[in-house]
């Protein structure tokens, strides 16, 4: 059942940032660092007004109205993006084989985990740099969802099959995640 009216929600651009609404393509930058985004719906509009974009939907339905909610926060995450970026953090942790953890190219290559010979391998997405100090990874990038998913898949690449986890905690683990890169 529909609800009368309408449902919209406003989010301001800060100074130094653009954003540029192009069909159903919004494209936000800041100096060097630009994210762009599809952002789709047929009853959704997104439109660019002064300082603040508009995303609206007339006569909306339960759905309607939180996927205006979902497009307001994805615009939120990319403007923190290209002002302040995102950081992740990772521990290394091992207890019974020493595990050595790089970078090659776009590969977080895991080697020695569990003693094994080949190194498992996570996929590194977007413009995500990502830095090992000691037992320490640091993930950076300006795309919240690049850099979430690139920790997920180091996660992923060290988890254990077979054995109690509550003896085997050897991996790398999420520490902190959604901080500001630039502080």
Not at 76 to 99: E, L
């Amino acid at each position: 059942m529909p609800v009368a009216g309408f449902v919209e929600e406003r989010v301001k651009v800060p100074d130094g940032v653009t954003v540029a609404v192009q069909g159903d393509t919004v494209r936000v930058s800041a100096g060097k660092t630009s994210l762009a985004r599809r952002l789709s719906h047929p009853r959704v509009a997104i439109s660019l007004q002064g300082r603040e974009v508009v995303i609206r939907c007339d006569l909306p339905k339960r759905m309607e109205k939180a996927i205006v909610g979902t497009f307001a926060a994805h615009l939120r995450n990319m403007i923190h993006g290209v002002t302040k970026g995102w950081r992740y953090r990772m521990k290394i942790v091992y207890s019974h084989f020493p595990m050595k953890a790089g970078v090659k190219g776009k590969e977080f290559m895991i080697e020695n985990f569990l003693g094994e010979r080949h190194p498992r391998k996570a996929p590194i997405l977007g413009d995500t740099t990502v830095k090992v100090e000691g037992d320490q990874v640091t993930l950076e990038g300006p795309d919240i969802e690049a850099v979430s998913q690139t920790a997920a898949n180091i996660e992923r690449a060290t988890r254990i099959k077979g054995f109690d986890p509550r003896v085997f905690q050897d991996g790398i683990y999420i520490v902190s995640k959604g901080e500001d890169a630039v502080s």
